[in-house]
Each structure stands twice: as C-alpha cells, then as structure tokens.
Nanobody, 125 residues
Framework: VQLQASGGGTVQPGGSLRLSCAVS????????IGWFREAPGKEREADAC????????YYPDFVKGRFTISSDKSKNSVYLQMDNLRPEDTAVYYC???????????????????WGHGTLVTVSS
C-alpha cells in the first residue's frame, strides 16, 4: 500500500493550490481516504475525508467552503483543491486512508491506518 502526495508549494494568502495523492495497493471503491495537516508545534488534524464507496465527504468547520476533496477512480487518485488559503493553513499535508473503514466521518475523527509522505504547503506574503 502506497499513498504518494504531491502539489505542495508556496502561495500568497488568498491563493489556491491543488494537492494530488496517487494510491497503489488498493482501489478507491470502498475505503475512506482523506487529507490531514501537521503544522509546526501542533497536532495532526484532518482537513477533508471522503468515503470512496458512496462519495460522501466530511470537512471540519475551519476548511468548509475553502477546501474540496475529490477522486478520480480511473487514475486511482485523490485530490484536495484548496482555495482562499490563509497563513494558518501552512503545514505539511498528508494523504491517508483506512482500509478497514469506509466512513469519511470516522476517518476524520480517528487515526488512519495508512499514511503517505507529506507535502509542504506554505502560505505567506
């Protein structure tokens, strides 16, 4: 099982970035998959989660209306479109999945079983 995140970079406040996560070793037809962040000095927290079997998503309040999670099953990939970025969004972003659960809500409130390497997002003027 591998999850490979990419697309991080430096952007000005108010800007946008799109993160990609290419997965291998499983298909996007059952497990929950999501994006998590880890900022300096803070605990890792969830940004967006998706139930791949029914496309039900979950977002915490601090990203609602700004972040959108999506998937392309033909490419076995998941994406995070981040708009209206703020300096406090600066963090390392990880793609993660739980092969034993399909609920997006559960994934965002638990510790996933599978993690990829992170990609750094810096929001700064």
């Amino acid at each position: 099982v591998q999850l490979q995140a990419s697309g991080g970079g430096t952007v000005q406040p108010g800007g946008s970035l799109r993160l990609s996560c290419a997965v291998s070793g499983f298909t996007l037809d059952r497990p929950a998959i999501g994006w998590f962040r880890e900022a300096p000095g803070k605990e890792r927290e969830a940004d967006a989660c998706l139930s791949t079997n029914n496309d039900i998503w979950y977002y915490p309040d601090f990203v609602k209306g700004r972040f959108t999670i999506s998937s392309d099953k033909s490419k076995n990939s998941v994406y995070l479109q981040m708009d209206n970025l703020r300096p406090e969004d600066t963090a390392v972003y990880y793609c993660a999945a739980d092969l034993g659960h399909s609920s997006s809500y559960y994934l965002c409130h638990s510790r996933p079983s599978e993690w990829g390497h992170g990609t750094l997002v810096t929001v700064s003027s």
